[in-house]
């Protein structure tokens, strides 16, 4: 049970759970079932008192000293609230009661079977469910002054989730001593379901009649009504899985998958993706430092394969279909009013997008352990990339879209080192330390060449509709900077000319992203990723190349240090 920092909000949880590991027919059945069911109750506060909070005025009192709005001081204009002022934020909280409670049960049955005339292979299954029901009323009392109009809102909202999975398949591992080796196989088909049940509800007054005009709608706040009182989005993956571990005298280890996903988000003729990998390790310290009692492991790895991504594309994409308008969007035949229907985007050809990437490692250990670790150099290439893009006028029903466009490049080395300075019976000291380098670059981002094309902005920011900050853009780190700068003469003037030039903006403001300044200027200003290059965790270093490096705890927050980065660009000159 825990109290937010605002007043009237509270979460509390009661949770149980239940693991058997039984094992039958003479040991040849293993199972291992879990259980797990939790009952989550929140009390959501008015988060928009913070920012009335913020905005009010604090000569005013909170509460007003008559019975009008609850007893809260408000901003009138005559004798009902002023619409355009902000509102009493401690009446924000204590005139609202928005209360939920979730029901979850996470279940899972894992199933084990060796064959008794071949002991070598056995049969797995898996089996699990995720099931989440969840309702809640969300009531504003009716002498809040937000609610004034519909005399308070009542609303009931309810929904359920359901993920399944199912997992069977074939698990075979045999060693041949007489050539030293070992080897294991396993064939799985994979099975996942995801469904969700909304039910919709309209808001209600607290008043009997809330429209005098209408008052066969009772207390049904008008325009609240939903088009559907029922939704039940949902989509599926398939999987198929081989993958084969051989291992020879202990020392070298093959590991090759291949696998075949089949997501329903997808069009039905790319829906399935293939994604093969390879992993070669050699384990070289019997070769090099046998004798040595200094190292304890050395061990040379090499890795390449395909993944593929699908998140961030909505269920059904790919269909052309239509949905129905919403009931504050209505169309006037003679006195009635109706619903009407709309296009909605859509790509035909959405899919998957694809990472290959290639590695190099090296682990080690020396000192009894006492000093170990491992560096990774790595490649990868991304194709298909999913994102978010303009569209270009009439070449669908909306103007931004998400799909397969653009291809990243990108490549690095992770480096981590653990020491142990003490180890005893009482006392064992862990020092652990990474080092990560990464560079990133955009080499495509449209399927058509065009020369006039800078890049899709993005990175919202507040301020007005549509204001960026970022922009994916060919040849630049993903997330580059695209900000406006003062731009100065070679004398350190102001330059208050306009100019017509794509790179320039009116009265002495550029474009800049991760580029040198076409104008004169006291020094080139590239701007690059907000991602950092350099990562050093434990001491803290964060090296970008927007400017000087910064010294803070890890793990970085990247919204506090994009907005110091702005914050550097602003208060540059």
């Not at 605002?6 to 058997?20: G, H, P, Q, V």
């Not at 001593?177 to 996942?192: A, E, F, G, M, R």
Request: with cysteine.
């Amino acid at each position: 049970n825990q109290n937010g920092i605002l007043r009237t909000n509270n979460f509390s949880r009661i949770s149980t759970a239940i693991n058997l590991s039984p094992k039958l027919l003479n040991d040849n059945l293993s199972l291992n079932i879990s259980v797990k069911a939790t009952q989550t109750r929140n009390n959501f506060a008015n988060e928009g008192a913070i920012g009335n909070a913020v905005s009010f005025d604090p000569t005013k009192p909170v509460l007003s000293g008559n019975n009008n709005w609850g007893g809260y001081y408000e901003w009138l204009n005559g004798a009902v609230p002023n619409d355009l002022s902000n509102r009493n934020p401690v009446a924000l909280l204590m005139l609202r009661d928005n209360r939920s409670t979730v029901n979850r049960m996470i279940g899972n049955v894992q199933a084990e079977y060796k064959l008794p005339f071949l002991p070598d292979l056995k049969i797995q299954a898996n089996v699990g469910m995720d099931f989440a029901a969840g309702s809640g009323n969300n009531n504003i009392d009716s002498v809040a002054a937000t609610n004034y109009v519909t005399g308070g809102r009542r609303q009931y909202y309810e929904q359920q989730k359901i993920n399944q999975l199912a997992d069977v398949g074939l698990f075979y591992s045999k060693e041949v001593k007489s050539i030293k080796s070992k080897i294991d196989v396993l064939l799985t088909h994979s099975y996942q379901s995801f469904v969700t049940d909304v039910s919709n509800f309209p808001a209600l007054s607290y008043r009997a009649i809330f429209d005098r005009a209408n008052p066969a709608k009772k207390d049904t706040i008008i325009g609240t009504e939903p088009v559907f009182l029922t939704d039940r989005p949902e989509y599926r993956l398939e999987s198929y899985i081989g993958r084969i571990n051989y291992t020879l005298m202990d020392k070298y280890l093959l590991t090759a998958t291949i696998r075949s996903d089949a997501s329903s988000k997808l069009n039905p003729k790319d829906r399935t993706g293939y994604f093969p990998s390879l992993a070669l390790a050699w384990k070289a310290r019997d070769d090099f430092f046998r004798n040595s009692s200094k190292v304890n492991d050395l061990k040379f790895r090499f890795g390449w394969g395909v993944t593929g991504q699908q998140d961030g594309i909505s269920y059904y994409s790919y269909l052309p279909r239509y949905t129905v308008s919403n009931n504050t969007a209505m169309q006037q035949f003679g006195t009635a009013w109706v619903n009407y229907l709309r296009p909605a985007g859509y790509d035909p050809s959405i899919r998957w997008e694809t990472t290959t990437t290639t590695n190099l490692g090296l682990d080690y250990g020396f000192f009894n352990n006492r000093v170990s670790g491992s560096v990774d150099f790595y490649k990868r290439k991304t194709k298909d990339l999913l994102a978010n893009v303009a569209v270009a006028s009439g070449a669908n029903f909306v103007n931004e879209i998400v799909t397969n466009v653009g291809n990243i490049n990108s490549e690095g080395v992770e480096v981590t080192l653990n020491l142990v300075p003490i180890r005893n019976k009482n006392v064992t000291w862990d020092i652990n330390m990474n080092y990560t380098y990464n560079k990133a670059t955009i080499t495509n981002l449209l399927r058509n060449p065009d020369p006039k094309f800078k890049g899709q902005e993005v990175t919202g920011i507040g301020g007005g509709t549509g204001n960026t900050i970022g922009i994916h853009a060919v040849g630049c780190s993903p997330n580059s900077f695209y900000m406006l700068k003062q731009i100065y003469d070679i004398t350190g003037d102001l330059i208050q000319t306009k100019t017509t030039s794509d790179d320039k903006y009116a009265d002495g403001w550029e474009r800049i992203f991760g580029k040198k300044n076409k104008v004169a200027s006291p020094e080139p200003t590239p701007v690059e990723s907000v991602e950092p290059a350099i990562l050093c965790d434990i001491c803290g270093k964060e090296l970008n190349k927007v400017g000087e490096c910064a010294w803070t705890s890890c793990p970085l927050n990247w919204d506090e240090k994009r907005a110091d980065i702005v914050g550097q660009y602003r208060d540059w000159e």
